[in-house]
């Protein structure tokens, strides 16, 4: 076979591995979960960039470049994204809109919860469903199917990606069922860890704030403070782009030690669902 002859076999072998099927995501987390799932085989943007808080974002004039080729766009749902509706109309005509957390079985709202939680503050329901492990590998399973829609001659990949990741993230869950968190009663900065908690045992007492920064009034903190101290609340959560100076209030009077978690948005640090779960388990089992 001469040289030009293999140049193009391998070329034609070649080229369905390389086809690119172009999608987005609204958040990092979610578009870190789509390459998981897709490899090199798919393009992926994320609507909101990392380190950007994705309650408070506002699309801006390049997301509707990024959008304008995309054949799908991974989001929560859930009321996690409030910009959501704006992005419908800049997605080219046919484009499919794939809301990874709703329809969920044991979907944690407001009339489930106890008396002194409120209404999540993204809506009825608290959409942080990814940071229980076994949702992220539902997200991930319904990826994988959207995009074998998309492109059915990439499925042997979706699914080879897909299982190498199922067993990724289950060697990281059986390290926190066996770090010794049931039980524990905590006080959390923003209200997203009730998936996470219901999964290892965690008691949430108390949250600082509903979404964003704001954190609760005086009257309201002082309530909390009482009911943390009350119940033995030696462990506060807190994130990243939230560690107010009630935070630091709350658990010098508590005695607790602080956990710096990640929950909604990645960044140089931490840049994938992986590399989430591995700091997480970390401040929490160190």
């Known amino acids: 076979m001469s040289l030009r002859s293999l140049a193009l076999t391998l070329g034609l072998l070649l080229a369905p591995a390389l086809a690119q099927v172009r999608v ?38 390049s997301v509707a470049k990024a959008l304008a080729k995309a054949r799908a766009l991974f989001a929560n749902g859930l009321g996690l994204e409030p910009f959501l509706p704006k992005l ?28 002194h939680q409120k209404e999540h503050a993204h809506g009825p329901c608290d959409p942080h469903l990814w940071l ?12 994988a199917k959207e995009l074998t829609a998309l492109d059915p001659q990439g499925e042997g990949q979706y699914r080879a990606h897909l299982k190498r990741f199922q067993e990724e993230v289950a060697k990281r869950d059986r390290a926190f069922q066996a770090c010794g ?22 008691a949430v007492v108390g949250v600082l704030s509903g979404a964003g920064a704001q954190e609760v009034g005086s009257r309201s903190f002082l309530a909390l403070l009482e009911r943390a101290k009350r119940e033995g609340v030696r462990l506060v959560l807190a994130e990243p782009q939230f560690q107010g100076k009630a935070l630091k209030t709350l658990a010098e009077a508590l005695g607790a030690r602080v956990a710096v978690l990640y929950t909604d948005t990645l960044d140089q640090r931490v840049r994938s669902y992986l590399d989430l779960l591995d700091h997480n388990l970390k401040a929490l089992c160190p």
């Open 88 to 115: 419908l109309g800049l997605l080219p005509q046919g484009a499919k809109v794939v809301k990874l957390g709703e329809g969920q079985p044991g979907l944690i709202c407001a009339e489930e919860e106890e008396p």
């Open 132 to 143: 229980d492990p076994a949702y992220a590998l539902r997200y991930a399973e319904r990826i």
């Open 24 to 61: 987005a995501a609204t958040t990092p987390i979610l578009a870190d979960l789509v390459r998981e799932v897709g490899g090199s085989r798919v393009q992926v943007v994320a609507v909101v960039p990392p380190g950007a808080d994705p309650h408070t974002f506002e699309p801006t004039p």
């Open 181 to 202: 968190l049931k039980g524990a009663k905590v006080v959390v900065q923003h209200d997203a860890f009730r998936y996470f908690a219901r999964r290892y045992g965690l």
